[in-house]
């Protein structure tokens, strides 16, 4: 599986983007489609994620607490693509922002080493 992330930028406070994750290759494995974030310095940290069985069942969709309400992850089967808006953004949002995908499993959601195939990562940065 290739995951091809796009859509990062350079924005003001308060500001929106919205971020591309298309797969492809062997896709019918995969079951879960999420971003991570890495600010300079920091680990990599979950942000949003969403299984592809049902791309509008709310209830497959987390969030870190730090965006809940200002990010939204949606899916689009046809295109085999993973959206991530971002709304209201802040510097802290500052970081490269990679897409990840995984098979179905029990494990923890927000664990990026249970995670098979990995995307590049694009930059956003919010200036104050």
């Known amino acids: 599986v290739q995951l091809q992330a796009s859509g990062g930028g350079l924005v003001q406070v308060g500001g929106s983007l919205r971020l591309s994750c298309e797969f492809s290759g062997r896709t019918y494995g995969v079951d879960r489609v999420s971003w991570f974030r890495q600010a300079p310095g920091r680990e990599r940290r979950f942000v949003a994620g969403i299984r592809r069985s049902d791309w509008t069942n709310d209830g497959s969709i987390l969030y870190s607490d730090s965006v809940k309400g200002r990010f939204t992850i949606s899916g689009d089967n046809a295109k085999n693509t993973v959206y991530l808006q971002m709304n209201d953004l802040k510097p802290e949002d500052t970081a490269v922002y990679y897409c990840?995908?995984?098979?179905?499993?029990?494990?923890?959601?927000?664990?990026?080493?249970?995670?098979?195939?990995w995307g590049r990562g694009t930059q956003v940065t919010v200036s104050s």
């Open positions: 990840a995908s995984r098979k179905k499993t029990f494990r923890n959601v927000e664990t990026s080493s249970t995670y098979d195939y």
